[in-house]
């Protein structure tokens, strides 16, 4: 079994920046996502949001570094509609993690472990590898996530 433990932190020094948009086409979401992510984003996030004059629209969220505040906006102005963003500082407590690896009949599959004091409090297979598995498999995605979860509860 792998065990990459690292201790649980609070990062300093985040920020949130938001960015209300009621005239940009919503297909463009999932594509200015990945951009921020590439860009070293934390979490990018979109609530739905009833704007002025009952306009339907979204609310970008986006948490990350301050030192990456600059690469952030770029993205933001060129690839979204909006004329001016907000900050949010913050702070963000992060469980201690590792990742330990189950055996299953779809192959070995990782399986994300969240710390709390030293005590494991959450888990949560490897999406982007039960959803490999699945489609390689040509399964649903379910039964091979059910796989690892049921494996890894059952472990010794």
Not at 88 to 96: E, F, K, M, S
Request: hydrophobic fraction near 35%; charged fraction near 30%; charge should be negative.
């Amino acid at each position: 079994m792998e065990f990459l433990h690292k201790d649980e932190h609070t990062d300093e020094g985040l920020i949130i920046i938001q960015a209300n948009l009621d005239d940009m086409n919503p297909e463009w979401t999932s594509y200015i996502t990945d951009l921020l992510l590439a860009e070293g984003a934390n979490d990018v996030y979109w609530i739905p949001i009833i704007m002025k004059k009952g306009r339907p629209g979204v609310m970008l969220n986006v948490l990350t570094a301050e030192d990456r505040l600059p690469r952030m906006e770029t993205v933001i102005f060129r690839e979204t509609t909006t004329l001016g963003v907000r900050y949010i500082r913050t702070a963000c407590h992060r469980l201690g993690r590792s990742f330990e690896k189950v055996e299953t009949r779809f192959g070995v599959l990782s399986v994300k472990v969240g710390y709390h004091q030293g005590q494991a409090v959450q888990f949560a297979p490897e999406f982007r590898e039960c959803e490999e598995a699945a489609k390689r498999y040509g399964v649903p995605l379910k039964d091979v996530y059910d796989e690892v979860r049921s494996r890894y509860m059952g472990r010794p």
